[in-house]
């Protein structure tokens, strides 16, 4: 059902807006004789632009009085009870913060910003949580831990040592974070590294601190082998991005390493896309946490008049998420974050949109991916700008649009179970994924022409092709 064979580099050109426009109107109607209302899908993104100028100062300068009262209201009553002189309840509680302080202070690397509400992210059992209540309750709305995705699978085992030894040719891209960098989550690259030497020297569980992050190294170049060990979970059935480059996708699922201490600044994924994560500790399995998330909603617009769009990062947020000063940034008195540790073997799903920022607490390796599927897409095209490459990757024209979602529509018949990769990618085993990957061999990625060669020999024989 995919073109073949797929072109030998992929071309991106601007699609007219009057395709957009026809294109929004087929989904519409697609989704309506589905019973699926277009415009309830996206209501959750309605505060994705943010509002006028005059409207975002009003309301600063509205929040700004209402706290200059409570300043006021406070001293008037310090100056009264100074007057009266301290009572016997006051020297208690005096004394109970005090002894308070010590305990604060040894958490205070994990604490919420004083003024913020914090809630757990839920935390739901693979085994009970079906495709259709991840669909109902979480998918595009919150995000969501769910234990035990990966059990019985290889991955589930993948350490440290692991990827030393089966990832010899790999080759990682390494980020410190800049807390005044204007880059996507303020991570500044700093460079290359063979995998192997990067987790050695890095990977040391605090003995020897590092702020460099191993980033988004891609399995099918880098450590193709590693894509037989897991299957995608029931609730990520497929993926345009996948559908539209026969096969290929655009670098994802990916490998992150996180040392201890090492974390990203508070950012939007690409594109507003949804991903999910899953994290798996590199000394072996354990129940010691992992990662603290602090996600937000993908609805609070209040954030965003804290944060600019640049040429350089998705979207760049002026306040820090883990101690925000309520001074400077009062609007943020009322948000509401989810926060998330994980352990070996979650994985976090994040509805599109959502600003996230991470601390690793352990060495950690992660898994991850972003998405486009059937229940997200609506939101993607409502956004799509003629000019990006991946919306004219996603929705290459009318027809292809019709295609692309006919593909995903069919996949979407097919919930409940989880699928290998190359089954997700739209292919049957390694003997498509690497034909369909054929113009990358030879290119400077070893890992992949050792993990292709012999396929695409035993091919081509196969086919009497020389």
Same mark, same amino acid.
């Given at each position: 059902s995919f073109d073949w064979p797929p072109p030998?580099? =992929?071309?991106?050109?601007a699609m007219p807006e009057s395709s957009l426009s026809e294109i929004e109107a087929r989904l519409k109607a697609q989704l309506a004789a589905k019973g699926i209302d277009a415009d309830d899908l996206l209501q959750a993104d309605k505060a994705a632009d943010p509002p006028s100028q005059q409207a975002a100062e009003e309301q600063v300068?509205?929040?700004?009085?209402?706290?200059e009262k409570k300043i006021k209201k406070r001293r008037a009553a310090a100056e009264e009870e100074e007057e009266e002189g301290p009572s016997l309840r006051d020297w208690a509680t005096k004394l109970g913060v005090l002894a308070l302080v010590g305990a604060v202070a040894l958490s205070s690397f994990f604490t919420s910003p004083p003024g913020f509400a914090i809630s757990a992210c839920d935390v739901r059992s693979a085994s009970e949580l079906s495709y259709f209540d991840f669909n109902a309750t979480y998918a595009q709305k919150q995000p969501v831990v769910i234990r035990g995705a990966f059990d019985g699978m290889p991955a589930a085992d993948w350490t440290k040592a692991n990827f030393v030894e089966n990832c010899k040719e790999a080759l990682v891209t390494t980020y410190e974070f800049k807390e005044a960098a204007k880059h996507w989550a303020n991570l500044k690259q700093v460079g290359n590294m063979s995998l192997a030497d990067y987790l050695t020297t890095h990977f040391t569980n605090g003995a020897a601190p590092t702020d460099l992050y191993g980033f988004e190294m891609q399995l099918k170049l880098h450590c193709p082998a590693k894509l037989e060990e897991f299957e995608i979970p029931k609730y990520f059935p497929g993926d345009f991005f996948h559908f539209a480059t026969n096969m290929t996708g655009l670098g994802w699922p990916s490998v992150l390493f996180g040392p201890q201490g090492t974390q990203t600044g508070l950012h939007i994924d690409t594109h507003r896309l949804p991903f999910w994560i899953a994290v798996f500790d590199g000394e072996g399995p354990s129940t010691r946490p992992l990662k603290h998330f602090r996600t937000f909603s993908h609805e609070d617009n209040n954030l965003r008049k804290y944060g600019r769009q640049g040429a350089t990062y998705n979207y760049?947020?002026?306040?820090?998420?883990w101690k925000a000063d309520l001074e400077k940034f009062p609007l943020l008195e009322g948000a509401v974050a989810k926060d998330a540790f994980l352990r070996h073997g979650d994985l976090l799903y994040i509805p599109g949109g959502s600003p996230h920022a991470v601390k690793n607490m352990a060495d950690n390796?992660? =898994?991850?991916m972003n998405f486009m599927d059937r229940l997200h897409i609506w939101p993607f095209v409502k956004a799509c700008n003629r000019n990006s490459p991946l919306c004219n990757i996603a929705i290459p024209s009318q027809d292809g649009f019709d295609r692309l979602y006919g593909i995903a529509d069919h996949v979407h018949q097919q919930p409940e179970r989880s699928?290998?990769?190359f089954e997700f990618a739209g292919g049957t085993g390694d003997e498509t994924f690497c034909i369909s990957l054929r113009t990358y061999l030879g290119k400077g990625y070893p890992a992949l022409d050792n993990y292709c060669a012999p396929v695409v020999k035993a091919f081509l024989e196969k086919n009497n092709v020389e």
């Open positions: 030998a580099a =992929l071309t991106v050109s300068k509205e929040k700004k009085e209402k706290k760049h947020f002026e306040f820090d998420p390796i992660g =898994l991850s699928r290998s990769y």
